[in-house]
């Protein structure tokens, strides 16, 4: 329950407020969800602040590449308007099958909930990603997703101001594994280009996130679950990060301009669940 919200003018104030232990609200799709996990009761509400509201180009000092700079408030649906936005990442947008939800959540939002089953964590980790983050001091810095997300301890108490994806990114493949469009997935895994070699992003339901080189699956702790057993969690996640590398590797993904020159092929899911 929303005690005390407070809305913010600009970022200075969303992080002054922060550090007093207001907690920042974007959409407010997780926030207000039933079974949420985000508990809190002061919040700053930072869908007012007209520099976070933007799609752009973006150089960044001492990184090489150019990226596009996504701004804390753009939605899932802006993402996808968007002709900026790599064609993966609106692909991962669209997971989210509501359209009314596509309105209101924020990609940043998404991404600082680090949910298990969440929508854009693994293509962005396969994509290496960069945040744009605020300390609690306001000290501003680029930092690489995985280390946001890997790193929780650290980068916890982070505002993010923008998700910066590198434009140069080769072909990406992607896969979501859920029982209906809108229920949870279980799997999501994607597949980036990079070099001569592929890195994998993977987000397992009750086990968390992972990103590793595509030659070979690292060890998940699996769980027996509603989703399913732990053998059939293991032979989904092989599969399709065979599936998934040999689309790439055969540049036949979802491109950086938007194209889609090809998907993974559907693997047939057997075994007992
Ligand atoms: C029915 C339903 C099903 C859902 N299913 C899924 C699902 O399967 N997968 C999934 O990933 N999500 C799911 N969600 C959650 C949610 O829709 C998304 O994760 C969404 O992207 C969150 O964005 P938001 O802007 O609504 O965040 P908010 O709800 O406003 O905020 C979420 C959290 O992130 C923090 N936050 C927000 N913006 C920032 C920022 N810029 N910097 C630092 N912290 C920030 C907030 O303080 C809060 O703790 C579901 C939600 C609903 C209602």
């Known amino acids: 329950m929303v005690e005390k919200l407070i809305i913010a003018k600009n970022v200075k104030e969303t ?12 959409g407010g799709t997780e926030v207000n969800r ?26 960044l000092e001492g990184v090489s590449g150019s990226y596009i ?11 996808i308007e968007n002709d900026l936005v790599p064609g993966y990442l609106k692909e ?8 009314v939800r596509r309105n209101m959540a924020t990609l940043c939002g998404n ?59 080769g072909a990406v493949s992607q896969k979501r594994y859920a029982n209906t469009a809108s229920s ?3 799997i999501t895994m994607a597949a980036a280009k990079k070099g001569d070699m592929c890195q994998v992003g993977l987000c397992v339901k009750n086990s968390g996130f992972y990103v590793f080189d595509g030659s070979k699956t690292p060890d998940v702790v699996l769980k027996d679950d509603i989703f399913g057993s732990r053998a059939y969690k293991k032979y989904l996640i092989d599969v399709t990060r065979e599936d998934l590398v040999s689309s790439v590797q055969g540049d036949s993904g979802c491109c ?3 194209s889609e020159k090809g998907k993974a092929s559907e693997k047939k899911s057997g075994g007992a669940k």
Do not use: W
Not at 15 to 26: D, I, R, Y
Not at 69 to 79: E, L, M, P, R
Not at 141 to 152: A, E, G, Q, W
């Open 184 to 186: 949870h997935g279980y």
């Open 111 to 169: 991404i600082a909930v680090r949910r298990d089953d969440s929508y854009l964590i693994p293509a962005l980790l396969a994509a290496d990603a960069k945040l744009f983050v605020y300390s609690m001091f306001g000290r501003k810095s680029v930092i690489s997703l995985s280390d946001y997300i890997f790193k929780k301890e650290k980068y916890g108490s982070y505002f993010v101001a923008a998700l910066l994806v590198n434009t140069e990114t």
């Open 256 to 258: 950086c301009d938007g």
């Open 15 to 26: 992080v002054s407020l922060m550090k007093e232990g207001f907690q920042p609200l974007a």
């Open 69 to 79: 700079k996504i701004g804390a408030v753009c939605t899932f649906q802006d993402a």
């Open 34 to 59: 039933l079974n949420s996990t985000v508990k809190g009761k002061n919040f700053v509400y930072i869908g007012k602040i007209a520099d976070l509201k933007t799609i752009e180009k973006s150089i």
């Open 92 to 99: 991962a947008c669209r997971f989210m099958s509501s359209r």
